[in-house]
């Protein structure tokens, strides 16, 4: 039998690195990797290797069964965590597959939906539990708008160069979707513009104040009842 709850130590305190404290510094498993690679099918067992680590994946109905090998007292031990798998209707068919965290904190699980659980020590928990941001939660904002900005340029098949203009529509794009990826790019450019004359004087306006940066373009979102 498996424990239904597992719980973080009482010393754990990942904000005594909040430098460290991000999720691409962890080790981490995708429920969306192991659907594409179709290893959550039930009695299906697969080996996830991390340099010298292996952790042996055991798919079972509605849940996976996590087994690693830890190091205690110069003896190799075993441990098992299960993680309920809970699962939702894509809009154009299909299913998508979704962790439920299971590990307690403040005396009770943390229910938490996740795609992604992360890895510390032997225990896999999403990413609230552990304390963790993402990498662009610590950019400053000026930096955060222009790898934006750049991430859609990449997405339309130009270079990460911030000089060279955006690419022309891509083949086989809709003209509706390439015209709003080049509004968010414009917007996420003149967002970084201004916070970066904001960030110096010498570069202000002659009233003293930067000029504010223009609102991010809302993305449109279509009704899932198929209503315009």
Known sequence: MFAACFILPNDFDMGRNPQHAICENFKAIDARELQRKNLLRPGLCSILKWDD???IIKSEPAAIVLISRVLADTE????????????????LGGERPWFNCIVCTSGKPCGRRAAKLYRVGHLFACRHCWGLVYASQQEIPVRRAMRRARKI????????????PLPQKPRGMHRRTYERLRAQADAADAEADALLVGSMPGLKSDSGVADPAPPRPKRQRRRRDGGK
């Open 53 to 55: 680590e292996v952790v």
């Open 76 to 91: 190799w031990k075993y441990h098992f965590q299960r993680v309920p798998i809970h699962r939702t209707k894509c809009h």
């Open 153 to 164: 340029k990449m997405r339309l098949g130009g270079s990460d160069d911030p000089l060279e």
